[in-house]
């Protein structure tokens, strides 16, 4: 069983991905992350993101790297979205991520073009997805526990440039696949968005 969980930034996706594979004993891969790590290294390359060349060395980025938390912050989701336009460096990240996919017992993975691109054959797509202000609201107070100063403004201004980036790129946009269950996790708290994402895919297999 394949579960595809897309969505945009800071609306859920990643933890009802984690809590889904978590549920069902699936394995799982936050492919953002993969877009982090090039992100992060074209700059470590001292390169330009908005390089197709410079991206795609960027690609072949060590291991390691995957574990390092500096992935996380708001300026490599930033790169990563800027190198993640490339064609070039989608094609070189999806091998791994189809490899994963298909894996015999099935997987969860969680990122912008699963159901559509990566997966298309997926028995469940979830698209999850929030109000900007409900996104935003949420990411000012992860920031605020890890100790960031950061404005509510910049907040928006930032998710509201990487969906426009997402959305607007011509290479495997982010969108939503037509055969997708749209969750939309504005209102719900934690808990009952998994139990609702849990139902879909009990439902849905
Ligand atoms: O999900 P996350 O915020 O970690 O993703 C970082 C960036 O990587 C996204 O803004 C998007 O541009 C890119 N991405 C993508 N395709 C995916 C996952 C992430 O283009 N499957």
Redesign the pocket.
Known sequence: MIIAVDGP?ASGKGTIAKALAKHFGLPHL????L??AVGWQVAANGGDPDDPGDALAAADFPDGLLDNPELRSETT?GL??RV?VHPAVRQALFERQRKFATQPGGAVLD????GTVIAPEAEVKLYVTATTAARAERRYLEMQDSGRKVSLKDIVDQLER?DE??KGRKD?PLAIASDAFVLDTTELSKEDAIALAITVVVQAT
């Open positions: 930034t936050d492919t953002g992350l877009y982090r989701g990563a979205s993640s990122g912008r073009d699963i990487r980036r997402d495997a």
